[in-house]
């Protein structure tokens, strides 16, 4: 089994991880840097990974920094399943599109400035229509259920109590 960091290591937000393992490859959040503006604009980046590459998703829960880039995810081609939590699932249909609205908002202010500059216009992370689409890959599971995704690959969700509990 190979795990691979790329977020939320040498600071808080922005978890995401990819495993490799038994044949497969998943990745473990996929969470939106927040903070510094240097690290806001880690976003916009590319990942160090294919989308389209990836076979499944395991999602700890809704916080923006551990969901917020499942939109861009789907958005460059992820369209396997996002395992989480009921309410976690329930909890994403609302804070996703919103997320997406505040990139449009935001993304137009700085439009207004980027106009006025003469440079060009830039697109939102995603758009919250653009986020409610992704929903639709969002596969929600109970506490102490054992998934089997694969006959080698079994997940149980436990709750780890830092977020509401239903
Ligand atoms: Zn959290």
Redesign the pocket.
């Known amino acids: 089994m190979k795990i691979t960091f790329l977020g939320a290591t040498k600071t808080v937000t922005g978890?995401n991880f990819l495993v490799e393992a038994c044949g497969k490859r998943f990745l473990v959040d996929c969470g939106m840097w927040q903070g510094k503006q240097e690290l806001e604009e880690r976003n916009d980046e590319e990942f160090e990974f294919d989308p389209k590459s990836i076979d499944f998703m395991l999602l700890?829960?809704?916080?923006i920094?551990?969901s917020g880039r499942i939109p861009k995810l789907y958005k460059e081609g992820f369209k396997n399943k996002v395992y989480a939590h009921k309410a976690t699932c329930d909890l994403c249909a609302l804070m996703l599109p919103d997320s997406g609205h505040i990139q449009e908002m935001e993304t137009s202010w700085k439009n207004k400035k980027r106009i006025r500059k003469g440079l060009d216009e830039i697109e939102p992370m995603y758009t919250a229509e653009e986020a409610a689409r992704c929903l639709e890959i969002f596969q929600p599971v109970q506490y102490d259920e054992i998934i089997e995704i694969t006959p080698e690959i079994h997940v149980r969700f436990n709750d780890a109590g830092?977020?509401l509990r239903f």
């Open positions: 978890s700890t829960h809704a916080h920094d551990h830092h977020m």
